[in-house]
């Protein structure tokens, strides 16, 4: 396997022939779906309803029927739900695509006879878990170059690589496969939003505000950041999450910033001016809506209960939570990769599958994101 996808993943900051360095291509920050089923419907008003009942018939679906349910953990019996984000580009033409053919989009290309392997990234990986009594939830990213078992559509082990090779080779089912096999716990949904719903939304709630506690130099997208307090949307709200380049801990920096800006954005779609306008409600549920993807098991009408269900959860019932990294090393074709503290890890995918979270960081306080002043 190594040659076969070791290759693409060997190192995040080389070209592709003919493309744009990795660090220059979009990474997505998985907002869209969080917000639509954890922070819009605490607002509960009639207004939000109507447009949110209309646009879910808008949303693209893919399908995961090809994993063998036997290969598969145990479907959670109670109401606790853990739903696996990924955040993908519109992808790009691969070898032996034409160019009509790489104008496909996610949902459209896991529909197709063959998922074309390459066109995508899914370098935001997320899982969120939300309780059963529906009064909390908790968001866990997992590093992109996890080192792990990488699974393809159909459940089976294709050989060790990042764990982002998962998407990119073998699409959703693969992507849902390998978390699953990593964490033992059964993701009841997959959502998957592009970059321009990331972009849309931050513009659609006019802002979002962050701070940032010292000057730092994005040397890859050319960007000085100076201490202080900024209200971003568009290109700036971009840049801030993307960057990873002038921060001490590199990605992992970049994973916690991501955190930091959807706890701002929560916070900020809360906000009566977002909620109570008209304009920036419909233009905010759009956002939410025309760029995500999800499993077709996942109708309209499941994710509006979903979404009632939880309107009396508020952005303090939400819990950003850290994997557990033991370091990182560089290892032949591969490059860089992240090793996982296995004993720990477990401790953690334990408590998800028991729905006690709080148990676990309460053991583990450090685990959870810092406050907005003391993310950099």
Same mark, same amino acid.
Request: charged content about 25%; aromatic content about 6%; overall charge neutral.
């Given at each position: 396997?190594?040659? $076969?996808?070791?290759?693409?993943?060997?190192?995040? !900051?080389?070209?592709?022939?003919?493309?744009?360095?990795?660090?220059?291509?979009?990474?997505?920050?998985?907002?869209? &779906?969080?917000?639509?089923?954890?922070?819009?419907?605490?607002?509960?008003?009639?207004?939000?309803?109507?447009?949110?009942?209309?646009?879910?018939?808008?949303?693209?679906?893919? #399908?995961?029927?090809?994993?063998?349910?036997?290969?598969?953990?145990?479907?959670?019996?109670?109401?606790? =739900?853990?739903?696996?984000?990924?955040?993908?580009? $519109?992808?790009?033409?691969?070898? +032996?695509?034409?160019?009509?053919? %790489?104008?496909?989009?996610?949902?459209?290309?896991?529909?197709?006879?063959?998922?074309?392997?390459?066109?995508?990234?899914?370098?935001?990986?997320?899982?969120?878990?939300? *309780?059963?009594?529906?009064?909390? /939830?908790?968001?866990? /990213?997992?590093?992109?170059?996890?080192? #792990?078992?990488?699974?393809?559509?159909?459940?089976?082990?294709? !050989?060790?690589?990042?764990?982002?090779?998962?998407?990119?080779?073998?699409?959703?089912?693969? %992507?849902?496969?390998?978390?699953?096999? &990593? #964490? @033992?716990?059964?993701?009841?949904?997959?959502?998957?939003?592009?970059?321009? !719903?990331?972009?849309?939304? /931050?513009?659609?709630?006019?802002?979002?505000?962050?701070?940032?506690?010292?000057?730092?130099?994005?040397?890859?997208?050319?960007?000085?950041?100076?201490?202080?307090?900024?209200?971003?949307?568009?290109?700036?709200?971009?840049?801030?999450?993307?960057?990873?380049?002038?921060?001490?801990? +590199?990605?992992?920096?970049?994973?916690?910033?991501?955190?930091?800006?959807?706890?701002?954005?929560? !916070?900020?779609?809360?906000?009566? +001016?977002?909620?109570?306008?008209?304009?920036?409600?419909?233009?905010?549920?759009?956002?939410?809506?025309?760029? =995500?993807?999800?499993?077709?098991?996942? /109708?309209?009408?499941?994710?509006? +209960?979903?979404?009632? *269900?939880?309107?009396?959860?508020?952005?303090?019932?939400?819990?950003?939570?850290?994997?557990?990294?033991?370091?990182?090393?560089?290892?032949?074709?591969?490059?860089?990769?992240?090793?996982?503290?296995?004993?720990? *890890?477990?401790?953690?995918?334990?408590?998800?599958?028991?729905?006690?979270? @709080?148990?676990?960081? #309460?053991?583990?306080?450090?685990?959870?994101?810092? @406050?907005?002043?003391?993310?950099?």
């Amino acid at each position: 396997m190594a040659g $076969k996808i070791g290759k693409r993943y060997r190192d995040a !900051g080389k070209r592709r022939d003919g493309g744009q360095p990795f660090h220059r291509r979009h990474r997505k920050l998985l907002v869209a &779906l969080v917000a639509l089923v954890v922070v819009v419907p605490v607002i509960g008003t009639a207004a939000y309803a109507y447009v949110l009942n209309k646009q879910l018939g808008n949303v693209d679906n893919v #399908t995961t029927k090809t994993l063998d349910e036997a290969d598969r953990p145990d479907p959670d019996e109670g109401d606790a =739900l853990n739903i696996l984000l990924l955040g993908s580009d $519109k992808g790009e033409q691969v070898a +032996g695509q034409t160019a009509e053919e %790489a104008k496909a989009n996610v949902a459209e290309d896991a529909k197709s006879a063959t998922w074309p392997a390459g066109k995508y990234r899914s370098d935001t990986i997320m899982i969120v878990h939300i *309780s059963a009594d529906r009064k909390s /939830s908790f968001l866990t /990213s997992i590093p992109r170059d996890t080192f #792990t078992t990488i699974y393809d559509a159909n459940g089976q082990p294709q !050989g060790q690589n990042k764990i982002n090779a998962a998407f990119s080779e073998y699409g959703p089912a693969g %992507a849902i496969s390998t978390v699953e096999h &990593l #964490t @033992d716990l059964r993701m009841k949904h997959l959502a998957i939003i592009d970059w321009e !719903g990331f972009k849309d939304l /931050s513009t659609a709630v006019g802002g979002v505000p962050v701070h940032i506690p010292a000057d730092t130099y994005d040397s890859a997208q050319d960007v000085q950041w100076l201490a202080g307090d900024y209200n971003l949307k568009g290109k700036k709200a971009l840049q801030y999450v993307r960057q990873r380049h002038g921060l001490l801990r +590199g990605d992992f920096d970049r994973i916690a910033r991501q955190q930091n800006f959807l706890r701002a954005l929560m !916070g900020k779609m809360l906000d009566k +001016g977002t909620m109570s306008n008209p304009v920036k409600l419909i233009n905010t549920v759009k956002a939410l809506t025309k760029n =995500l993807t999800v499993d077709e098991e996942w /109708s309209g009408g499941d994710m509006r +209960g979903l979404a009632l *269900s939880l309107r009396g959860m508020q952005a303090k019932d939400v819990s950003f939570v850290q994997m557990p990294v033991a370091g990182t090393e560089t290892i032949p074709v591969y490059g860089s990769i992240v090793r996982l503290e296995d004993a720990k *890890s477990q401790e953690l995918f334990a408590a998800l599958r028991d729905d006690d979270l @709080d148990t676990y960081l #309460t053991k583990y306080p450090g685990d959870l994101l810092k @406050d907005s002043k003391d993310v950099g």
